[in-house]
């Protein structure tokens, strides 16, 4: 596993669009981890990428793409595409805002141009992910 991954588990969707649709081409997804207490919430473009209900997914994040924290391209056919070969679904964004809770309980927010990515767990799964960094979204299922 590369170094510049900073958060990875298992996920299991248990709710789309739970507060009901509110754009035409981006589900709210909500999932829960295998990890007790961890759980997020993902804006997903449909038509690019979608999850089904209870299906289950990797989601991780990572300052590179690299695999080996060398060069990598991001775009199919650019050579060695690194971490992004590995995953169904890739996007890049950035760290806005973290907020502790009671309990050791914190939530990372992540946009990625406007889709948005929260995870809410124990601090102890969020300690690698800062405010202000740049990170790409990693997925599959």
């Known amino acids: 596993m590369s170094t510049s991954i900073v ?31 961890l759980n997020c919430i993902i804006d997903l473009p449909i038509e690019i990428f979608s999850l089904s209900q209870n299906e289950k997914f990797t989601l ?11 060069t990598s391209g991001w775009r199919p056919g650019m050579g060695n595409e ?7 679904y890739v996007c890049f964004g950035k760290v806005y805002k973290f907020d502790e809770g ?18 809410t767990g124990h601090v102890r799964y969020l300690t690698d992910i800062s405010v202000g960094e740049d990170i790409y979204l990693l997925i599959r299922r």
């Open 7 to 37: 958060f990875d588990h298992l996920f299991t969707v248990d709710s789309i669009d739970k507060d009901g649709k509110k754009f035409d081409r981006v589900a709210r997804v909500g999932a829960i981890s295998t990890t007790p207490n």
């Open 60 to 70: 991780a994040l990572s300052t590179s793409l690299s695999s080996d924290n060398g």
């Open 82 to 88: 690194g971490l992004a070969a590995d995953y169904e």
């Open 102 to 119: 009671k309990q050791e309980i914190a939530t990372a927010y992540i946009s990625f141009g406007g889709l948005l990515l929260a995870i």
